[in-house]
């Protein structure tokens, strides 16, 4: 069964950083597309950035510049490095793998972890 698990997730002020990385078990992150998607209570899920099997990436236009996503193969790890952060950056974060990647958009994506949680404060 495949398995993604977040973490990294926590309580900073704005301006401050975060690293979120993304575990994966029984399966190999080299051969899916992966990508970072957010959620507040009420909202849709918003896609943040992806990472295709190739290296290519794509970063909403809300984040481009403040946050870099990056895979391990070699661990099977994905990772979203996360700078210049904002109130309006609090969400959910979760980890998504699929085959048919391309765009952020969550039908796109397989499997899903259970997030991990990112508050920032003003």
């Known amino acids: 069964q495949v398995q993604l698990v977040e973490s990294g997730g926590g309580s900073v002020q704005a301006g401050g950083a975060l690293r979120l990385s993304c575990a994966a078990s029984t399966f190999t992150v080299s051969r899916y597309s992966m990508a970072w998607f957010r959620q507040t209570p009420g909202e849709e899920r918003e896609g943040v950035a992806l990472?295709?099997?190739?290296?290519?990436?794509r970063y909403a236009d809300s984040v481009k510049g403040r946050f870099t996503i990056s895979k391990d193969n070699a661990n099977d790890t994905l990772y979203l490095q996360m700078v210049s952060l904002k109130p309006e950056d609090t969400a959910m974060y979760y980890c998504?793998?699929?085959?048919?990647?391309?765009?952020?958009?969550?039908?796109?994506?397989?499997?899903w972890g259970q997030g991990t949680q990112v508050t920032v404060s003003s």
């Open positions: 998504a793998a699929g085959f048919i990647g391309g765009a952020l958009e969550t039908w796109r994506y397989k499997y």
């Open positions: 990472i295709e099997t190739g290296g290519d990436t």
